[in-house]
């Protein structure tokens, strides 16, 4: 498939989600101890989720992102952007395990969509190569950074995805 893909007859793109869990710890992080002490830390949980899709020779990244959860419906969303951007063209998809990932929902729309899906084994994210995106958006715009609201923390996340 990716022999495919570099002669221009296929797309695969890596996908994975890197929803709050990765980058709302890391915003939990910036506040410190010295600033929790001084400063009443925002009530509430916000999350920003993003849901994105790696193509595997161009490294151009598609995304999905919400303030909600990524579900099937996010998947879906994702699929029929691609789907969009690629109309002529066969799709594979490079996914990992996630319960999300492998429902009826998402199955169904990409055997209409016509997009392959490909799961990788269990426990395996270093053969996922969206995974070095994620290490890269955490490395540039959230370890020791502070940001003082969420749309700032949510902004700089955007910014470091273009």
Known sequence: MLEQAKDGTRKVYFVDAAPDRKFWLLFLASYGLFVACLFKPPAGRKRFNVLGALDAITHQLITVTNES?????SVGDLLW??????????ITLVLDNARYQKCRLVFELANTLNIDLLYLPSYSPNLNLIE?????????????????????????????LR
């Open 69 to 73: 959860y990524i579900n099937a419906q």
């Open 81 to 90: 952007k691609l789907h969009r951007l690629n109309p002529n063209i066969p």
């Open 132 to 160: 070095r995106l994620w290490k890269l958006v955490k490395k540039k715009c959230l370890y020791s950074k502070y940001y003082s609201d969420f749309e700032l923390f949510k902004a700089a996340i955007i910014d470091c």
